[in-house]
């Protein structure tokens, strides 16, 4: 069993050293100071900065990627002009989204309507907060990340359905029905997958997790309970692919029919927050995917000791983006790769394939755990 | 059923959804252009689609009126823009019947070429955004990107890409360059090698298979009650084609198959396109074997006159049969022009096809038919 | 596929063969991509303004309408209005005017850009070869008084 003995390094670090701090500031100030208070609360605004900078940070890099690699998919360039292969191309856009009038047309619900693009960057926040970047580089450690994690994706789809209802289109309604529907199916498998490597690992959080795969490289789950970790694996890519609402099973968004679907009606910001809440969400997927999977921080060790000491003194929060970002190519790939199913055909999926392969493979988790049918 | 809106028929379902309309269209990503659908659904299922056309109507037939027979060539580009070349010939072969012009062996093998060329890049065009309705946005590029090389042979030969007015009467308007037949062998050489890669991509995926395959069934009957043509008509089993059945140019002796399924369903519709690419390859590449030298013009005759009656000439296009039926009078214009477009007979079988089915599938039907708008409205 | 057509033995095929022939044709349709996306040759894109000197149309392209002309600037029209009844379109006004010695030649050639769709027909209608189309293709303007333009740019000879 896995206790969190490692000290959170940014909650932690000010925990305990800011009131050793205090003590070198001048006596009269000393006495205005509620120590572990102020302490708790450079603590809090240092997390808060810290999961902006990690939540919006990718973004820009993300968008940019898309790019490159569709464009590169379909024998084109993609965005040149601005700075040296269209580096820049993204402050022009964000530029041109924030100058744009945040207009709501007549008979929308106002206060849903708004009430929509904020609650759609909740949830990829919470999610983030829970991720281990690297030894001890985490917000928090829950030892219920995982039920969280699937709790909070809830918000997902409630953004999508108000969006859908409050905009008062029937595209956009349509649309906010199908993703309800869409994504309250893949929840399960998603929450099942999710579920067996928690059985596997023997730790809901994730830094058990990454811990039970600390060692070379075949102790990462996809590797260490073999055919059984690959196929979760790739039943956790498709099960997320319809958690994010991305293509090929954006059936929400769905520009060929429902032109757009729930954010049809946006415009500007309140638009570019369901972009950004699209972008953040495909890197907190890849992260859990990282963690759950790949092995999170940990160097792919290959087990002779003079390679695995280099690879070692390599910090794990490069590790760790290096498999994320492999992840994030891994999704872009299958965005521009495969034709979108029918709704109704994507609830068949779900339901008479993902369903029973994965409840088919929480048995077998089973029988791996209680025989011990690891690789060494 | 007095309160329904105009153009619906069906009687109410009875069921736990109301019903309500959609207006697809005349604006949507994937009508093609302003064709506007107004679709009646209980939930996601359509119980009836009801086509609106006429947002780009220019008036053609009737512009004609007052134009000369050469410049008629002209407007015919203007209805299907993704093969002009094609709607050029069937206007010439109209007026060549009617004026009695014979046309030489060469220009018939420049003709027969160039059409096929432009089958293919139709063709091209219809794989790219069936894939790209469908949501495989790569797709749509992929096809593009080999039409846009059939289109720069047209640039090379008739001086536009698009709107390629090459055609005349008694042959073509001026001769090919010396470069034009090695440039289509090194073209059809590209394009066997692309097919294939292509064909992978998406012929066999499962999610295009699942939604087209039994989707929007089109029965033989039903295909010849709405005048379906082309491959439509071809993939319910009509075995008609009027490079087979009623030969024009010098169709008659080349050897090509007229690729015919019986489903009637996207899928089929889907196949037979790709059958015809590779049978136009066929056709271009014995063309090019037999290519003749000689002249590529009859004869000059810029404004010439039709003797009085009316004449018919039908060819079959990339999207079906493309007719021509001219009326004169004896004068330098003609008194009436009337053009049969594929299209049109096409479309106005998507209420049949789609009957029963989800929003997501008018989308694959309408791809399937590959309608082009302006050759609808003209 | 309607599954409601199947019975249980055939939706039991068709539901084991999409589980197995559908991974690999998914994989097979990867393969493509991945294999365009790795190869920088492939792409077909240019790098339009910045190409702008290496690029050449081809010779037959219909851009905008021009007189021939030698090189004192004189062209060959006649001004017989061969083109002006060829145009579909009526973009062509042929404007004669007397010489001195009282013979019919050009004035003025007014080209109406706007209305234009290079179709070609004037420069195939014109038994001088007194016209023919430029190779230019960037037409933007903001003022529509700019496609209205006078081709001779001396009178004709006759």
Not at chain 2, 31 to 41: C, D, F, K, P
Request: aromatic share 12%; net charge neutral.
């Amino acid at each position: 069993m896995y206790t969190p003995s490692n000290p959170n390094i940014v909650g932690d670090f000010v925990r305990e050293w800011v009131p050793n701090l205090v003590a070198y500031l001048p006596a009269t100030v000393q006495g205005y100071i509620p120590s572990a208070e102020i302490a708790a609360l450079i603590n809090v605004v240092i997390c808060m900065v810290a999961m902006g900078v990690a939540g919006i940070g990718p973004v820009p890099v993300l968008i940019y990627m898309e790019r490159k690699i569709c464009a590169h998919i379909q024998c084109r360039l993609g965005p040149m002009r601005l700075g040296p292969h269209g580096v820049l191309q993204l402050a022009a856009d964000i530029m041109k989204l924030l100058f744009k009038e945040v207009y709501a047309p007549k008979s929308v619900q106002t206060f849903l309507y708004y009430l929509a693009p904020i609650l759609v960057v909740t949830a990829p926040f919470l999610n983030l907060c829970m991720i281990p970047f690297g030894k001890n580089l985490q917000v928090a450690d829950l030892d219920i990340a995982i039920p969280f994690i699937i709790a909070v994706n809830g918000f997902g789809i409630l953004s999508t359905m108000l969006a859908g209802w409050a905009s008062n289109n029937k595209y956009s309604l349509i649309s906010g029905m199908r993703s309800g529907a869409q994504l309250i199916s893949y929840e399960v498998s998603f929450a099942l997958v999710l579920l067996l490597i928690v059985m596997l690992a023997g730790s809901a959080s994730l830094g058990g997790i990454t811990e039970s795969q600390s060692g070379n490289f075949w102790d990462w789950w996809i590797f260490k309970a073999p055919v059984l970790g690959l196929l979760a694996f790739v039943m956790f890519l498709i099960s997320s692919t319809a958690e994010l609402n991305r293509a090929p099973f954006d059936v929400a968004e769905a520009e060929q029919e429902l032109t757009g679907g729930h954010h049809t009606e946006y415009t500007g910001m309140a638009f570019s927050m369901f972009y950004l809440a699209e972008y953040i969400n495909l890197f907190t997927t890849c992260c859990v995917a990282t963690v759950c999977f790949l092995g999170g921080y940990n160097a792919p060790c290959i087990g002779i000791a003079a390679v695995d000491g280099i690879l070692n003194m390599v910090p794990g929060i490069v590790w760790f983006l290096a498999k994320a970002f492999f992840m994030v190519v891994v999704y872009m790939m299958f965005r521009w790769t495969f034709v979108r199913p029918r709704t109704d055909l994507l609830m068949a999926l779900e339901w008479k394939f993902l369903l029973p392969v994965n409840l088919i493979m929480l048995v077998l988790g089973f029988v791996f755990v209680a025989f011990g049918l690891f690789l060494p | 059923m007095s309160n329904l809106p105009p153009g619906f028929r069906e009687p109410s379902v009875e069921g736990e959804f109301e019903e309500y309309y959609l207006n697809m269209g005349p604006q949507h990503p994937s009508t093609h252009g302003a064709l506007r659908l107004v679709i009646r659904l209980t939930g996601e299922t359509i119980i009836e689609v009801v086509p609106h056309l006429g947002y780009i109507h220019r008036g053609m037939e009737k512009q004609a009126e007052n134009l000369g027979y050469t410049q008629y060539i002209m407007m015919s580009d203007r209805q299907d823009y993704l093969t002009a070349i094609q709607n050029n010939l069937g206007v010439c072969l109209a007026l060549e019947k009617g004026a009695g012009i014979g046309v030489p062996e060469r220009a018939e093998y420049i003709r027969v070429i160039m059409t096929e060329l432009g089958r293919i890049a139709s063709h091209l065009v219809f794989y790219a955004c069936y894939g790209g309705d469908l949501g495989g946005q790569t797709v749509l590029l992929y096809g593009f990107k080999e039409r846009e090389m059939i289109h720069d042979i047209f640039e090379e030969v008739t001086g536009q890409r698009l709107t390629t007015n090459f055609f005349r009467p008694g042959g073509s308007r001026m001769d090919v360059p010396d470069t034009f037949i090695p440039r289509v062998k090194a073209f059809l050489a590209h394009l066997e090698k692309t097919l294939p890669d292509y064909d992978r991509l998406l012929t066999k995926n499962i999610a295009l298979v699942e939604r087209s395959v039994g989707v929007g069934k089109l029965t033989k009957e039903q295909a010849l009650a709405y005048g379906c043509s082309g491959p439509v008509a071809r993939a319910s089993g009509v075995n008609y084609d009027v490079r087979k059945n009623d030969p024009y140019s010098i169709y008659s002796s080349l050897d090509f198959n007229v690729p015919v399924m019986y489903n009637g369903d996207c899928y089929d519709r889907y196949l037979i396109r790709w059958q015809e690419m590779y049978e136009s390859i066929k056709i271009i590449k014995q063309c090019i074997e037999k290519f003749p030298a000689g002249p590529y013009r009859s004869k000059e005759k810029p404004n010439f006159k039709l003797p009085a009656g009316s004449f018919y000439a039908a060819s079959e296009t990339a999207k079906g049969l493309y007719g021509t039926y001219v009326v004169s009078t004896g004068g330098a214009n003609p008194y009436r022009i009337h053009t049969r477009s594929p299209s049109f007979s096409n479309v106005s079988a998507v209420n049949a096809m789609a009957k029963g089915e989800k929003i997501s599938d008018l989308v694959t039907i309408l791809a399937s038919i590959d309608p082009v708008i302006p050759e609808i409205d003209r | 596929m309607n599954d409601k057509e199947l019975n249980t033995k055939e939706y039991a095929a068709k539901y084991i063969r999409n589980c197995i022939e559908g991974p690999i044709n998914l994989l097979k349709g990867l393969t493509v991509t991945t294999k365009y996306m790795l190869n920088p040759k492939k792409i077909v894109t240019e790098q339009y303004p910045e190409n702008k000197a290496t690029l050449k149309m081809h010779e037959r392209f219909r851009g905008n309408l021009e007189m021939v002309e030698d090189e004192n600037g004189d062209n060959k029209c006649t001004a017989c209005g061969m083109c002006e009844r060829a145009c579909p379109n009526a973009s062509i006004n042929v404007l004669p005017t007397k010489n001195i010695a009282g013979k019919k030649v050009l004035g003025k050639y007014i080209y109406h850009f706007g209305s234009c769709t290079q179709c070609g027909l004037c420069v195939e209608a014109c038994p001088f070869g007194a016209i023919h189309f430029a190779q230019g293709f960037e037409f933007a303007a903001f003022n529509p008084e700019e496609f209205e333009r006078v081709l001779n740019k001396k009178e004709g000879r006759g």
